[in-house]
């Protein structure tokens, strides 16, 4: 719990200093969702608001106001009341905001039409996420006007509203030593939960069997959330970038395709692992798949300092266009096909994605209209894959239907990179030993 509030400190600081004197920062947190009738969605803080705070409560605002003799961290939240607490748990009330979240001001919820404009007074720029919250825009604009409308009595508003996002997604992108820490820990649960998944995976099993024991595994080692809704797609399923459904059985001969990590303190895990349901990969099976995992070899190869974004991608690309033309399901020279996008129909996403806080994590992937520099702490995705749907009537038969994707989270160090997931099998002797050995007990 220390080292937790020492980073949550260590950024507010931070903050202030590029937020600066003479101007404020209001960020809000998320609202509870509505599932159905009377019942709620379980909640998750907004990741920016939680990333200065620490504070897991709905119905809350933070301010930082650098300069503020009073204190330059404010926290707006519900105050504790017994009959909220007997029903659905206690909250940290004002006190408990100042004592353990090391808040410098604590004011009811309630009261903040009454003090956040006071906080306004003759600030000249108000920092907050824009269009996050279209509601909440409009309140702090409301307040903003409240505050002009007694510009006779000597009192200014801010003249310039500028997005908080600049400053925090930047703050976000490159990671501490303990945000590393706390990955590392998503990671190796996820680690575990894909590992589980090979092992328990038969023929005859329903996909959300498989998805039960990922869970299962998650939150048996402590991480209660899912990072995302987990895809097990067996045979063309796996076809489906974004499938969910997860309720077909898996056949003998199919190969199921995992997408599926955990959160912990908030990080994310991104793994995706793909493999025979019944332990043996088939001939063609077995081509596409060491494609596959030969383009994310030379991908990962390109993750290090100086490098920019799009490298990984482009190294992808060159190794899947190859293969696909050697394994005769695209023909012509590869600059042509390439320059073309020929690959498209069959590998039809980018190669990875910021990793964070969100699974598709916050940062700038260009600067000034140029792929960005990859830098050391920044944290990526590496997930090439190829999909050949089943009415790909232009290619031979015997590749229908075979969709793989295999994604680690790699982390840049200053020397080149670590690979945060690779303790999942995905050679095919490693994935059919595994499994071998589990059918075989």
């Not at 328990?200 to 996909?207: A, H, K, L, N």
Request: charged share 25%.
């Amino acid at each position: 719990m220390i080292e937790e509030q020492k980073e949550f400190a260590r950024r507010r600081q931070q903050f202030l200093r590029m937020v600066g004197e003479g101007n404020i920062a209001v960020i809000a947190s998320a609202s509870i969702m509505q599932r159905n009738s009377d019942v709620e969605f379980h909640f998750r803080q907004n990741s920016d608001f939680f990333y200065l705070s620490g504070f897991d409560e709905p119905e809350s605002v933070i301010v930082f106001v650098p300069g503020r003799e009073q204190g330059e961290y404010v926290l707006f939240c519900r105050e504790y009341d017994e009959k909220t607490a007997l029903w659905v748990g206690a909250s940290a009330g004002l006190e408990g905001a100042v004592r353990d979240y090391a808040v410098d001001d604590a004011f009811p919820i309630d009261d903040i039409d009454d003090i956040l404009p006071g906080l306004l007074e003759n600030k000249n720029r108000l920092y907050f996420p824009m269009g996050a919250q279209p509601d909440f825009d409009q309140q702090l604009m409301d307040w903003s006007q409240q505050v002009r409308g007694r510009s006779r009595a000597g009192v200014s508003a801010p003249t310039e509203f500028i997005s908080s996002d600049h400053i925090l997604h930047e703050m976000r992108l490159i990671k501490s030593a303990q945000e590393i820490k706390w990955m590392k820990k998503a990671a190796k649960i996820s680690v575990k939960a894909h590992i589980k998944a090979m092992q328990s995976c038969r023929p005859g099993m329903y996909e959300y069997q498989v998805e039960a024991n990922l869970k299962h595994c998650f939150m048996s080692h402590g991480a209660q959330q899912e990072a995302y809704p987990a895809i097990v797609g067996g045979g063309h399923n796996g076809c489906v970038l974004h499938y969910i459904d997860n309720n077909a059985v898996l056949n003998d001969g199919d190969l199921l395709l995992i997408d599926a990590g955990c959160e912990w303190k908030k990080y994310a895990s991104d793994i995706t692992r793909t493999f025979p349901v019944n332990g043996v990969f088939n001939e063609e099976q077995k081509a596409l798949y060491q494609l596959v995992l030969d383009a994310q070899y030379a991908a990962i190869e390109q993750v290090k300092p100086g490098n920019h974004w799009n490298d990984p991608h482009d190294a992808a690309v060159e190794v899947l266009t190859k293969g696909l033309v050697r394994l005769g399901l695209l023909q012509g020279s590869l600059s042509t096909l390439i320059k073309n996008e020929a690959y498209k129909p069959y590998y039809m996403h980018r190669t990875g994605h910021w990793l964070g806080m969100d699974v598709h994590d916050v940062g700038d992937y260009k600067l000034d209209d140029q792929w960005r520099l990859l830098e050391p702490g920044m944290v990526l995705t590496v997930e090439p894959g190829l999909y050949i749907h089943p009415n790909a009537n232009e290619v031979d038969k015997k590749w229908r239907g075979i969709g793989i994707r295999i994604e680690d989270d790699v982390l840049v160090t200053k020397k080149g990179h670590e690979v945060l997931t690779d303790s999942v099998p995905k050679e095919i002797k490693d994935i059919e030993s595994l499994m071998s050995k589990v059918n075989d007990d």
